[in-house]
């Protein structure tokens, strides 16, 4: 058993900027395990960037292109526990033993290992085999390894003897790609606005944008099988009050359009005049401080200004703050009506 999903593959992973470098590198350790001088291969990035689907998508290509391999999925977790295990039931030789005759051994989350001196010692010794023998060895971590603390340095210079590539927070063209890929393979129309607006609200990682997805096909299943612009924001809403830690733009857009007693279109809109410059400052400053979206994200929510205007906003907040007592005042109390909910 090799212990891959067997949905991680590559045609399901989406390429796009942000993982251009990693996919090609993973690509190439695929076709031709431990021929390349990938070797090991190690791909870093934060948590759902891709990581995991990318190296299994490795395991899934060789265990399909050349028979007989031995290819083994372990995360660091699992790694540690079954090295505990066989200290406690003195079985250490069959472990060691175990993982030298593997032919690609995919070992996900390393970061898990710091500060593991014992395991890191065992996995050094299995890594120095597999790789004398020809054997290919791919890795990811949450960091780049000289980032890594609590990790022997022999074991650190092993990792820079092959290649490491990072993935990156995915690119708006990639957001966009995913959110069109998933509704297209469930038959679920959408407007190009709708994969717009969602790939603007959600820009951290693609597990989170794949959740909100997953929760859109369902609800859009049950009905006219479309995603609109609604359902998008209803759905978007409710994510974002169940896990609390964030506000959505949407509620700031309604307090500020409140509190000021404009409208929405204005905050949108091209005017200039102070009465109504100010909210949306305002509430770009806002989108900044309580959200996790980039300024180019928060620029679309605002009548799509670029953003170099969304910098400009939160500069002119902070120093209207600094230089006048009342300003400070409200929008402090406009944010504490977040920090409440
Ligand atoms: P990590 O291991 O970095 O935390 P995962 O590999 O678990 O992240 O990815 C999280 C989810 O996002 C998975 O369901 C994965 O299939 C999906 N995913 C990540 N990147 C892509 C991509 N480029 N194309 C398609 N799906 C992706
Ligand atoms: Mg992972």
């Given at each position: 058993e090799s212990f891959l999903n067997r949905s991680?593959?590559?045609e399901n992973f989406i390429e796009g900027d942000c993982n251009r470098l990693a996919r090609a590198a993973s690509f190439a350790v695929a076709e031709k395990p431990s021929v390349t001088s990938f070797n090991p291969l190690m791909i870093y990035g934060g948590v759902g960037l891709g990581k995991t689907h990318l190296v299994q998508a490795i395991g899934n290509y060789i265990k399909m292109n050349f028979e007989g391999k031995f290819v083994l999925y372990v995360s660091s977790e699992k790694f540690t526990s079954q090295f505990i295990n066989a200290i406690r039931?003195?079985?250490?030789?069959?472990?060691?033993?175990?993982?030298?005759?593997?032919?690609?051994?995919?070992?996900?989350?390393?970061?898990?290992?710091?500060?593991?001196?014992?395991?890191?010692?065992?996995?050094?010794?299995?890594?120095?085999?597999l790789h004398q023998s020809g054997k290919q060895i791919v890795m990811t971590?949450?960091?780049?390894?000289?980032?890594?603390?609590?990790?022997?340095?022999r074991l650190l210079s092993r990792f820079k003897w092959g290649l490491t590539a990072d993935l990156q927070s995915p690119d708006l063209e990639t957001r966009i790609a995913i959110i069109h890929k998933k509704t297209q393979d469930e038959g679920i129309d959408i407007d190009f606005e709708v994969i717009e607006y969602l790939a603007h609200s959600i820009d951290s990682n693609v597990r989170e944008l794949e959740g909100v997805m997953i929760s859109l096909i369902a609800q859009a299943s049950l009905t006219q099988r479309t995603i609109d612009l609604e359902l998008a924001k209803r759905t978007l809403n409710h994510i974002v009050t169940e896990s609390e830690k964030e506000v959505s733009i949407d509620g700031i857009v309604s307090v500020v359009t409140e509190h000021y007693s404009v409208r929405i279109a204005d905050l949108k809109s091209k005017s200039r005049l102070r009465s109504i410059v100010i909210p949306r400052q305002v509430a770009m400053y806002l989108a900044k401080e309580l959200t996790n979206l980039s300024l180019k994200s928060i620029g679309y929510h605002f009548g799509g200004r670029d953003h170099s205007t969304v910098i400009h906003a939160i500069q002119t907040v902070n120093d209207l703050m600094?230089?006048?007592?009342?300003?400070?005042k409200e929008v402090n109390s406009l944010m504490k009506q977040f920090k409440k909910k």
């Open positions: 991680y593959t590559f039931n003195n079985s250490l030789q069959d472990f060691m033993a175990f993982y030298m005759q593997v032919d690609v051994l995919i070992l996900d989350d390393v970061q898990f290992l710091s500060g593991k001196e014992k395991t890191q010692e065992t996995f050094f010794h299995i890594f120095n085999h971590s949450d960091r780049p390894p000289r980032d890594l603390e609590g990790m022997e340095d600094d230089t006048n007592k009342e300003m400070e």
